[in-house]
């Protein structure tokens, strides 16, 4: 009987965070839409309190990424999950550089329009017109929303240290380093940005701590929340302090912004690595691991945790996504955060479909080979 608790148990997290995978896709996309709309200035009292409210809906949009990560740690690095180095090393990490490598490579192409120029000088006569350099460099580097694949991999490469580290430390040893990698982290990006300190300064310069810990802090979260003993008391808590943490953040983003002016908001805490995206990020993984609140019948959960699995593909596509919907007039000038929503949700819908027509031959070729 414990069993069968502990599979549904399992069955729950599965489908809970094959929608947070979801939602998170969905942050992302909001959060590519809004950067450049909360610089613009407020000219009157509305559309002032417009920009509060689309700096607001940034602000808990920047989650998004810190999810996808929290979502990776909370499987790869959980005992009770069948994954060898072997794995890590001949299946998981190929797989990242295999799909980074081949959009890195769709995308250089066609920076340099390649496909316009193939219909038009046929199969060999644009070749000649390739800058190979540039086309080798924009593979290498990839897009500027490629970054994550980067920080991905080089977690990945740390998996099989952390795994063992997690299977042999007690608990209070995995959350004493967990909650090294977040402190230290906020603590030297915040000091990077506009709360530097003198002193503070010399101390990190001479503890060689040149860099964060980065996203390590929300690979580990990912697995200490899932593994954590939680229930409805906390998460209200944290909802509680995510609630006061936002308003207060709000405030501070909003203080070099007022009306009349152009001067820009206060962007230090949208960082990824700030406090409170890290508050946001542990605050909504709880509600969605633990609180069950979507309750949904069983043929609507397999369909979303179906829809999950082309997340990736989605995230490889979006920015295109949102530029046919702007050439298409598709989607119109979001300058309110009724239209950022909205369009937003267009452009989530459009490029979850475009990738499961994408992905749906990659799969259906995996299943063949699997049942041969």
């Known amino acids: 009987m414990q069993n069968n608790g502990k599979i549904e148990n399992n069955a729950k997290d599965n489908m809970n965070y094959g929608i947070l995978h979801l939602f998170a896709s969905f942050l992302i996309i909001i959060a590519a839409l809004a950067w450049d709309i909360i610089n613009l200035p407020a000219q009157n009292s509305e559309s002032y309190a417009n920009l509060k409210i689309l700096t607001g809906i940034t602000l808990v949009s920047r989650v998004g990424i810190p999810l996808f990560v929290m979502l990776r740690g909370?499987?790869?690095?959980?005992?009770?999950?069948?994954?060898s180095d072997s794995d890590i090393?001949?299946?998981?990490?190929?797989?990242?550089?295999?799909?980074?490598?081949?959009?890195?490579?769709?995308?250089?192409?066609?920076?340099?329009k390649f496909f316009a120029g193939l219909m038009a000088h046929g199969p060999f006569g644009f070749w000649n017109l390739l800058d190979l350099d540039r086309l080798l460099e924009s593979?290498?580097?990839?897009?500027?929303?490629?970054?994550?694949?980067?920080?991905?991999?080089?977690?990945?490469?740390?998996?099989?240290?952390?795994?063992?580290?997690?299977?042999?430390?007690?608990?209070?040893?995995?959350?004493?380093?967990?909650?090294?990698?977040?402190?230290?982290?906020?603590?030297?990006?915040?000091?990077?940005?506009?709360f530097q300190n003198y002193t503070l300064n010399r101390i990190i310069s001479m503890s060689n701590i040149f860099l964060p810990?980065?996203?390590?802090?929300?690979?580990?979260?990912?697995?200490?929340?899932?593994?954590?003993?939680?229930?409805k008391a906390i998460a209200v808590t944290l909802l509680l302090v995510s609630i006061v943490v936002f308003y207060y953040s709000l405030i501070w983003t909003m203080e070099w912004n007022s009306i009349g002016t152009r001067a820009p908001v206060n962007l230090s805490l949208l960082n990824y690595l700030s406090p409170v995206i890290y508050i946001f990020g542990i605050t909504i993984f709880v509600i969605a691991g633990e609180m069950r609140i979507i309750q949904l019948k069983d043929y609507k959960n397999e369909i979303l945790s179906d829809l999950s699995k082309y997340t990736v593909t989605l995230y490889m596509i979006y920015p295109l996504v949102i530029q046919f919907c702007i050439t298409a007039n598709v989607i119109s000038a979001a300058q309110k955060w009724q239209t950022l929503l909205l369009n937003s949700l267009i452009v989530f819908i459009v490029a979850l479909i475009l990738a499961i027509v994408i992905a749906l031959p990659y799969r259906g070729i995996k299943k063949w080979l699997g049942n041969s």
Not at 74 to 83: F, G, K, R, T, V
Not at 213 to 231: E, M, R, S
């Open 74 to 83: 909370a499987y790869l690095l959980d005992p009770e999950n069948d994954i």
């Open 89 to 112: 090393f001949k299946r998981h990490i190929p797989r990242l550089v295999f799909v980074f490598l081949s959009w890195s490579l769709f995308y250089a192409l066609l920076e340099q």
């Open 139 to 194: 593979t290498v580097l990839g897009q500027p929303h490629f970054w994550y694949w980067y920080t991905l991999l080089g977690l990945y490469l740390v998996t099989p240290l952390l795994r063992v580290f997690i299977k042999n430390a007690s608990k209070a040893q995995i959350n004493y380093f967990t909650f090294l990698c977040v402190a230290v982290t906020v603590i030297v990006v915040l000091n990077d940005g506009d």
């Open 213 to 231: 810990l980065g996203f390590l802090g929300y690979y580990l979260l990912g697995y200490t929340i899932k593994k954590a003993v939680k229930g």
